[in-house]
């Protein structure tokens, strides 16, 4: 079932709670998508849009990922936390059958105001077009399985485990059957990459996020589903075990569409 199948077949149980099933072909390791968490919160958070306010821009996400989401029934519980003269706020959580928090985010979004600020980050030197990138293949027992739904082209950087001399990575992104690009894809697709910082070890490694910061820079993209984005990540830190990393997300037209912070924990 492709990602926008799964937003969509999101149903309400009763106010403030829905819940869909999710295949385990969307998982990375024993965890559901990270990317689709996220879609799957913001999509319940919209329920709780004022009326009003039911086409305002997404304009930024936290989530924390507290615990494994198993494959399944999801359950989902949202609420609206503050209604501003411009902004919404928003919260919502993954449970447990037994009501135990698994993944949490916080939403804001916002209608346009007026102002004199207007810049943006600068395109980066993109190494090699899509069509000369090198292809990572999906190999069973070996991918997450969430990336059979994704193709991933470097341009710079080296895959995983090989050693790569410096922890960024520049990567063409495209969904393989989503023929529309909405909100729910580029949330996904902003978190769908691997850590650039596990293309510098030798040998494979267990990662995983722990939380995860996206600001989103625009509310229009090119829906094009066959066209490719990029995504320009680096590892700023690592120590501990632990590592910071941040990644910008264009779009095909040369515009950014969204900022990523991520903290993860790498096993190796």
């Known amino acids: 079932m492709r990602l926008t199948q799964i937003v ?4 309400v149980e009763e106010p403030g709670v829905h819940a869909v099933e999710v295949s385990d ?21 919209r329920s ?21 989401v198993f494959a399944g029934r999801l359950r989902i519980r949202s609420r609206l ?3 501003g003269k411009s902004a919404v706020h928003c919260e919502a959580r993954i449970e447990s059958a037994d009501g135990h928090t698994e993944c949490l985010a916080v939403a804001v979004f916002g209608r346009s105001r007026p102002s004199a600020l207007s810049f943006a980050p600068s395109r980066p030197v993109v190494a090699r077009d899509p069509q000369a990138s090198r292809q990572i293949e999906w190999l069973a027992g ?7 739904y994704l193709e991933q082209r470097w341009s710079a950087g080296g895959f995983p485990f090989t050693a790569a001399a410096e922890p960024h990575t520049q990567i063409h992104l495209r969904y393989r059957d989503e023929p529309c690009i909405d909100e729910s ?18 040998e494979p490694a267990m990662a995983s996020s722990l939380g995860w910061t996206l600001e989103m820079l625009r509310d229009t993209w090119p829906t094009d589903g066959t066209r490719f984005w990029l995504m320009d990540a680096v590892a700023d830190a690592a120590a501990d075990g632990y590592v910071s990393q941040s990644a ?10 969204a900022l990523s912070r991520q903290s993860a924990v790498v096993f190796g």
């Open 25 to 45: 072909d969307w998982t990375q390791g024993r965890t559901l998508f990270g990317g689709l968490q996220a879609a799957l919160l913001v999509r319940a958070m």
């Open 248 to 257: 910008t997300l264009w779009s095909d037209d040369d515009r950014p569409v």
């Open 81 to 83: 936390l503050r209604t």
């Open 185 to 202: 894809l580029v949330i996904a697709l902003a978190d769908s990459i691997p850590s650039p910082a596990i293309s510098t070890l030798r």
């Open 142 to 148: 070996a991918s997450p399985l969430f990336t059979r």
């Open 8 to 11: 969509a077949a999101l149903r």
């Open 48 to 68: 709780q849009l004022p009326a009003a306010d039911a086409q305002l821009a997404l304009r930024s996400l936290q989530v924390t990922f507290v615990a494994p």
